[in-house]
């Protein structure tokens, strides 16, 4: 006996920032899951964009760290809105126009990791830098990161540094 309730898409959640690490891992996931699909997708979708704190951005303390908050927040603030736009813009590029876009404010790692939750995703991708092993401990990698907290599939795209 054939359900009349509607099944909900599975959610693919991309992970985006000012990168080109991350734009090639949207338009990647684009171009593989999507385009060749339109309109009827596989998944829903959703774009999210964690933007840092300006608290977090600000590590000087003294006098004077007060004023400057808000022109940092505000930088943060338009930086989101061109990640966000070129996101669309790669989307729209194969005709897929109803990816959903957020802006989370919030560590990269806990923003993705709380979308999962959130969003119940299937998938969550990640651009990777391509960071050799000292370079990811001292720095530490988002991608690393959703890897081993996600309650979800975790797909790294790195780009080739050849041409396929």
Do not use: Q
Request: proline residues 4%; charged residues 20%; aromatic residues 6%.
């Amino acid at each position: 006996m054939a359900s009349s309730v509607a099944r909900e898409k599975p959610v693919m959640l991309v992970a985006i920032d000012e990168s080109e690490h991350s734009m090639y891992a949207l338009d990647w996931v684009v171009r593989r899951f999507f385009a060749p699909f339109a309109p009827n997708y596989p998944c829903k979708l959703l774009i999210i964009h964690a933007k840092p704190t300006a608290s977090s951005v600000v590590t000087a303390a003294g006098h004077g760290v007060a004023e400057v908050l808000p022109y940092v927040d505000s930088d943060l603030r338009r930086t989101a809105a061109r990640v966000i736009e070129k996101a669309k813009t790669i989307c729209a590029s194969k005709s897929v126009n109803d990816a959903i876009t957020e802006v989370v404010e919030g560590d990269a790692r806990n923003v993705l990791c709380e979308a999962v939750e959130k969003h119940h995703a299937s998938v969550l991708v990640v651009g990777s830098h391509g960071y050799g092993a000292i370079k990811r401990a001292v720095l530490g990698s988002v991608s690393d990161y959703c890897s081993h907290h996600a309650h979800c599939s975790v797909l790294i795209v790195k780009k080739s540094k050849t041409k396929h």
